[in-house]
């Protein structure tokens, strides 16, 4: 972050005219203000979309896209918000943003009959895991509760007496009886 | 909404670049929406990215892009682009939702289809891809995710309800962004469920036995 601070403040000071150019465009319509537009930002916005990883031919084809939206949406730039370099960088952006999250999701759909992520494990771990996760769901929110606060947060009995203020023997009852139902996971009986 | 906790100026600048998961991306922008103080910041970090744009050696276009872009101009798709509609959507679904969230969501929070993790603790996963997870958790008052440190970013944003941890209390509003230097146990203290919205770019790591052995199935 320090480098790209350091960028920012090296550059030279933000090109007004072309906010003026853009911020005319919407009134004007004026083609040849736009082909000056376009002459500038055309080949940033494509360098730009290339170092976000598409390819040569895919950035071609966006940052067109992209300066096509500055001629469609000239009268949404706002220069008091913005200046042209940045609210051309916004658009870009969301449109590469737009663009990979479309493929992405069509790729999802392709993967839809694999199965669930979450339940896709491999060997005795998974059927330990799964079982285990079928035993504490069974078990009831008082002994959960328990487990969870020793286990997981590591709290001596006394503290999770007080913490859920319930007496100290309670919180042992508690604890003993779910642990005896998790333990028929791996097979012991009591 | 009184915010108390913000994104991470490096989270902001990653958001603000499009480097950022869409799980991710969507959280940073659920907690933009209500956050002026964060939306100030974000002018400033897209501000950088406008700078770099203009500091970038251009790379050619076709020789004949200029003249097939004009030529668009006067047809249907050079028509001006209508402004974008103020969402209504999410006022309408449930005031807890932001309107970015609203987007993914079809019914108010306490109408969704959860799932039971384990008693007090459901989750739902909004299936977004990609190498970490965008999921609602929602914590019954007193319970507590299990003590965990990330292998990569952690970000969570408070919907409803609160949470304590190591680093202080959470409410509605508020984002915890976290890395892989902090372990934490956030356990819900309020008189209402905790519901967050958390995406990670990476799997949690658990840190007890217990932890390690449920963690195929909370899959947090």
Redesign the interface.
Known sequence: MAAVISLFKQAPPVKEEWSACLAGLAQTRDRSDYARLFEHFAPRVKAYLIRLGMTPANAEELAQEALLSVWRKAHMFDPAKANASTWIFRLARNLCIDRLRREKIQFYELEYDEPDPDERHDGEHAVLATRMAESIKALPEAQAQVLYLSYYEGRSHSEIAQAIGIPLGSVKSRLRLGFEKLKQVWGESS | MNIRHHLD??TL?AYA???LS?GM?LLVASHIDRCPHCQARL?QA?????????????????PD??E???A??ETE?????A?PAVSTRAPLLDGNIPAPLAHYLDKPLDELEWR?????VRQL?L?L??PGTTRLLRI?P??????HSHRGNELTLILRGSYSDELGRFQAGDVADLDEQIAH?P?SDSGEDCICLIATDAPLRFS????R?????I?L
């Open positions: 100026d490096a600048l670049a499009g480097s869409e991306s002018q897209e501000a950088v990215g406008g700078a770099l744009l203009d500091e970038l050696p251009p790379v050619a276009l076709a892009a200029l097939q872009v004009l668009l101009l798709a050079g028509a001006p682009a402004k039971t993790l384990v008693p007090g996963d299936r891809g990609g019954a007193g319970l507590s995710v299990p003590h146990q356990i007890g036995l217990m932890g052995l449920v963690q195929p199935f899959g």
